[in-house]
């Protein structure tokens, strides 16, 4: 058999001893730096479930290995997840090889982009994903091991090691893994998922090649104090969006989403003055800065008479807008993406 590209010989997987399997894995470069689950042939049989493990998903960057969905039942196994989780560990892979998310950009780049998968529809609460308070961080099984399950694809079948074929100058915490979900209960306005085409009822992984979220705290209840903290954080100084086209993620929290519904605005305004306001003026901006705003973001330049200005995205449709986290307090996020980089939501089968 062969495993993240190097022919095995022997039974490799039949350890006794966890901490002897741990060291080969990780000399072998098979893991993130935490300790795995053997992947035993019962172990990956009942990954698979029903799910055929000889179908071909396509081919996974930068190394371009042919990726079955068997090598994700491995890697799945690896991470600690339940065989139930596997149907949205299956979709989320589906979901990254897709051109549109720039995979091969997302794993090689220097810049300190990730992957991260957002849940929506019935499999949030059968699988009891977080979307509540400190969904972006520890706790829950399922966010912490689907998202691993990821990441380790990426390293194990794409080849996204650090240096090796991963040349992020920094990288981020969350690129051990991230999954999180909307939280629905809590969001006044249409799901994310219905509002990309899909039915309420449906199950759908959205994979997003961004950075970490960066955390917007307003305590105004003020809808444009609000939104006007989301817009700045959105073209901060050296943030992604400077430089980038691709569609960023604002996850706005349970408070801001209240506060922001009961004076009238639902997510496609929230959009509108997002795009309208999350603006910098590029007016006399030179040097390196400015010739790359100018021609890496091309179709974001806005030109006013003698005026230019540079608008975060394409258009106010591209920023993706998620309701998630606990009422706790006035907080939200912003996910700044990587080049070129779209959102791509795939169903849950």
Not at 10 to 33: I, Q, R
Not at 167 to 184: D, F, H, Q, V
Not at 276 to 289: A, N, Q, S
Request: charged share 20%.
């Amino acid at each position: 058999m062969s495993f993240a590209g190097k022919e095995i010989t022997g039974d490799l997987l039949a350890y006794d001893d966890v901490e002897a399997m741990g060291e080969e894995f990780y000399g072998e470069k098979w893991t993130d730096g935490l300790p795995v689950v053997a992947p035993t042939a019962d172990r990956v049989e009942r990954m698979l479930g029903a799910a055929d493990g000889g179908e071909l998903l396509g081919t996974m960057p930068p190394r371009w290995r042919r990726t079955f969905v068997h090598h994700v039942a491995v890697n799945a196994v690896l991470a600690g997840c339940r065989p139930e989780y596997f149907p949205v560990v299956l979709a989320g892979v589906r979901a990254i090889l897709d051109p549109r998310l720039n995979l091969y950009g997302v794993q090689g780049t220097t810049n300190p982009a990730g992957v991260m998968l957002v849940v929506n529809g019935p499999a949030r609460l059968a699988l009891d994903v977080n979307s509540g308070h400190n969904l972006f961080g520890q706790g829950w099984r399922a966010n912490a091991t689907i998202g691993r399950a990821i990441r380790l694809c990426m390293i194990n079948i794409g080849g996204g090691l650090p240096v090796l074929g991963d040349m992020s100058t920094l990288g981020n915490p969350n690129k051990y893994g991230s999954c999180i979900a909307e939280n629905e209960e809590e969001s006044p306005w249409a799901p994310f998922h219905v509002e990309r085409g899909f039915g309420a009822d449906e199950s759908v992984v959205t994979a997003a090649g961004v950075t970490a979220p960066q955390n917007i705290a307003i305590l105004s209840q003020d809808p444009v104090a609000i939104l006007d903290g989301i817009a700045g954080a959105l073209m901060s100084s050296g943030s992604n969006l400077l430089l980038f086209t691709a569609q960023p993620l604002v996850v706005i929290g349970p408070v801001h989403a209240k506060h922001l519904a009961r004076n009238g605005y639902d997510k496609p305004s929230i959009r509108r003055y997002l795009w309208e306001h999350g603006t910098i003026e590029l007016t006399g901006v030179g040097g390196t800065d400015g010739k790359a705003m100018r021609e890496w973001k091309a179709r974001c330049v806005h030109v006013e008479g003698s005026r230019e200005f540079l608008r975060p995205s394409v258009t106010p449709e591209d920023i993706g807008i998620v309701v998630a986290g606990g009422k706790s307090g006035p907080h939200s996020a912003v996910l700044q993406p990587f080049n070129i980089t779209q959102l791509v939501s795939m169903a849950v089968s």
